[in-house]
């Protein structure tokens, strides 16, 4: 019989908005702080997006929290077409 490895979990971003008005006024960033401290006690160890390529502010936005770029997903999205980014962040890693 042998011993199975830790258990760790991943999760995924699937949509996160903000109310135009309400932009660059902090809300995301307590809306995503919260996901990833819930990561943690879920003994979440990696967090994963998609994200449309020119959607610089997203991007920037994720950066800050430790997300890297992972991978290209040609034509990922559609109306309009575009490529999509996958994000990355490794739980422990990220910015505090
Ligand atoms: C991306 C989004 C969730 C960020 O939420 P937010 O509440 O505006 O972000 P915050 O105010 O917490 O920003 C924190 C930091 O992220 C970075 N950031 C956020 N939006 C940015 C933008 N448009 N351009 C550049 N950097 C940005 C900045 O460093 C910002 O700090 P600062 O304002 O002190 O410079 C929000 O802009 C949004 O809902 N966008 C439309 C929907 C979307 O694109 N969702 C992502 C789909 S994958």
Not at 34 to 48: K, L, Q
Request: with cysteine.
């Amino acid at each position: 019989m042998s011993a199975l490895s830790a258990t760790h979990f991943d999760a995924e971003i699937y949509n996160i908005g903000i109310r135009k008005s309400h932009q660059r006024s902090g809300c995301g960033t307590i809306l995503l702080e919260e996901f990833i401290n819930r990561c943690v006690s879920e003994m979440v160890e990696t967090v994963w997006l998609d994200v449309r390529i020119s959607n610089e502010g997203a991007i920037s936005f994720y950066k800050r929290f430790g997300f890297s770029e992972f991978t290209l997903r040609t034509r990922f999205y559609t109306y309009p077409l575009e490529d999509g980014i996958v994000m990355k962040l490794t739980i422990g890693k990220q910015k505090s």
